[in-house]
């Protein structure tokens, strides 16, 4: 059986890095570099425990046991001869010199708890953006090496060793960009903070390019069929700044929605928008609002905005740094004096009024809600529209006004976004749809700051262009 893996991907699996993330292009050929890359890891390291993990296991068995391809046709051969074995329904392969593929799925949390007294040399996701960050770092746990197992020479520091393969897109969008895309440039190895592993990291584009057995020519103009530019891009090249199916996608223009820093006219109001999160992160917006004073931008030009056109001029999102859509787990009452904090600082500082907030935080347990402690601290908000349908309708809104945006001259109000709020950038324009309800977002994505912002955005009168004033 002749084993060959592409010339990318064989220089950069000979670098230290202990977590790779090769990513990008549809077709790229990502699964089947999995399958190849376990047997002939599999083959050189006698004993050596591979799993390979997909979320669901329709899927698992779909990718990696079916066609022409899959492990059953990979290793017929071996399988005739008995130097192999499949194990259909334990879900294994076996290996010649007792090492084993393990197939496993997560669908759930707490199925992670599974694998809790595994000892992974290698661990595989294959669309790592189906899985949450808490699950990968669980697994992540339980990869290691005894030293009795014979690593030969060439494979010494580079195993044990963590593989995975995605996408741009899914649920798990913003953290596994955040981890690997956003953290250092392509092909560059690095090393992660001591709270996410302290392992190497290195993130690999996957190329349409490499895979052979695909026309990139032929491949290219079936994608152009779908007649949206950023959809081409985002399946064709494997762009982590689009998700194909996102929520704002054919709204979105980061050349045009983000705008540098520029003075706030005195007559524009300012107010704040917030979502509540302890475990998760809270979300903190500022926002300008236009009355159709003309404003001087950044680089000196003028330019008027119809009334009620918003600006996200500054932002405070409250993630565990190195760990996205992890939370502080800061009280109320030190959020608020965080707040305050940063209004300080800035010029239009004392122009802040009071804005909305998630509805939850007014829910009163042990006599006290959350809104009550932030309150006392000097921080007041208003309820956030938050009835049914308000989702829908708020979704609906952002993008009716991102869209204005692209328009020149404007004849609608917009929204932009100053450069400085790099958390808003990093969330909000690569939000997937949910699957099951098309008009609203995955909630099991990083939507902190898109609910913030459709609370500030379902605060203006649709039609009317202006700020219902908030008591």
């Given at each position: 059986m002749r084993l060959e893996l592409h010339e990318r991907q064989s220089l950069a699996f000979e670098s230290p890095a202990t977590e790779i993330?090769?990513?990008?292009?549809a077709g790229g050929g990502k699964s089947h570099l999995m399958r190849v890359a376990a047997i002939a890891w599999g083959v050189a390291i006698p004993g050596l425990q591979v799993?390979?993990?997909r979320r669901t296991s329709p899927d698992l068995f779909k990718n990696h046991m079916e066609g022409p391809t899959g492990f059953p046709a990979l290793l017929g051969e071996w399988v005739e001869r008995g130097c192999a074995g499949i194990n259909y329904s334990k879900n294994y392969i076996d290996l010649p010199g007792g090492s084993r593929?393990?197939?496993?799925?997560?669908?759930?949390?707490k199925d992670v708890y599974k694998y809790q007294g595994a000892e992974i040399h290698v661990l595989m996701f294959d669309e790592l953006t189906h899985f949450s960050p808490t699950q990968y770092r669980f697994l992540r746990s339980r990869v290691r090496i005894p030293d009795a197992l014979p690593v030969p020479k060439e494979f010494k520091g580079s195993i044990p060793r963590i593989l995975a393969a995605s996408n741009p897109g899914g649920p798990g969008h913003n953290w596994v960009k955040a981890s690997w895309v956003d953290a250092a440039q392509p092909m560059e190895v690095w090393r992660a903070a001591d709270a996410e592993g302290g392992m190497l990291r290195q993130f690999i584009p996957a190329l349409l390019s490499d895979n052979p057995s695909i026309s990139e020519e032929d491949y290219g103009k079936s994608l152009e069929g779908l007649g949206r530019p950023d959809l081409v891009r985002a399946m064709l090249d494997g762009d982590w700044d689009i998700v194909a199916g996102g929520m704002v996608d054919d709204v979105w223009d980061r050349a045009r929605h983000v705008l540098e820093p520029f003075e706030i006219p005195a007559s524009w109001r300012i107010?704040?928008?917030?979502?509540?999160?302890?475990?998760?992160?809270?979300?903190?917006g500022w926002w300008a609002e236009s009355d159709g004073t003309e404003a001087v931008m950044a680089d000196g030009t003028r330019r008027n905005f119809p009334p009620g056109t918003l600006f996200r001029i500054a932002e405070w999102y409250g993630c565990r740094p190195g760990a996205a859509n992890e939370g502080l787990k800061l009280l109320a009452v030190e959020v608020a004096r965080g707040i305050l904090e940063r209004e300080q600082i800035h010029p239009w500082g004392k122009r802040v009024k009071t804005g909305p907030a998630d509805s939850s935080?007014?829910?009163?347990?042990s006599g006290r809600s959350v809104a009550d402690d932030m309150e006392r601290a000097g921080v007041r908000w208003e309820r956030a529209d938050k009835s049914s349908g308000s989702r829908r309708a708020g979704a609906e809104e952002i993008r009716k006004r991102l869209k204005a945006g692209l328009s020149h001259p404007m004849e609608d109000a917009g929204l932009f976004v100053f450069s400085?709020?790099?958390?808003?950038?990093?969330?909000?324009?690569?939000?997937?749809?949910d699957d099951k309800k098309p008009d609203d977002v995955d909630t099991d994505a990083e939507d902190?700051?898109?609910?913030e912002t459709r609370y500030r955005c379902r605060a203006v009168e649709p039609g009317r262009g202006y700020t219902l004033r908030l008591r």
């Open positions: 993330l090769y990513g990008g292009a799993y390979i993990f593929v393990h197939l496993c799925h997560c669908q759930y949390e107010d704040r928008s917030f979502d509540w999160g302890s475990s998760k992160p809270f979300s903190v935080i007014f829910d009163v347990e400085t709020c790099r958390d808003w950038i990093r969330t909000v324009p690569v939000i997937p749809r902190h700051t898109w609910d």
